[in-house]
């Protein structure tokens, strides 16, 4: 079980740092000079990784942007035929150059990949 290190100092979150000069685990306080000697060598990382087609999910009413270009694209759902367009905004490597279409009919809004 992970458990959050606090420094003695100023209460702030202490973070895993390396001394590399002596081989070892510390956490170190980034507000004042406090550091600790870690008693468990396990350093866990979250990290949340959004899909590009998850994170237009949150934005609402991309069809009536101004900023987006538009395409006569037909609408797989609707049958509209302009839909908006935009490239994924994912700076990961393995990220292809994917383009995503929202249709342009504002009571339709169905996404797909192009």
């Not at 550091?35 to 990382?45: G, K, L, M, T």
């Not at 979250?46 to 994170?55: A, N, T, V, Y």
């Not at 279409?101 to 009571?107: A, E, L």
Request: charged share 25%.
């Amino acid at each position: 079980m992970a458990t959050f290190k606090y420094c003695l100092d100023c209460n702030n979150l202490l973070y895993p740092r390396e001394d590399k000069a002596n081989r070892r685990l510390m956490f170190a306080c980034r507000n004042c000079q406090y550091e600790e000697d870690a008693d468990n060598f396990c350093v866990y990382r979250h990290e949340i990784i959004h899909q590009p087609s998850e994170q237009t999910m949150v934005l609402s009413d991309l069809s009536i942007d101004p900023t987006l270009p538009r395409a006569n694209v037909t609408c797989p759902q609707c049958g509209y035929e302009e839909a908006v367009f935009f490239q994924s905004s994912s700076r990961r490597a393995d990220a292809k150059m994917t383009l995503f279409y929202v249709c342009g009919d504002r009571m339709c809004g169905h996404r797909w990949v192009g």
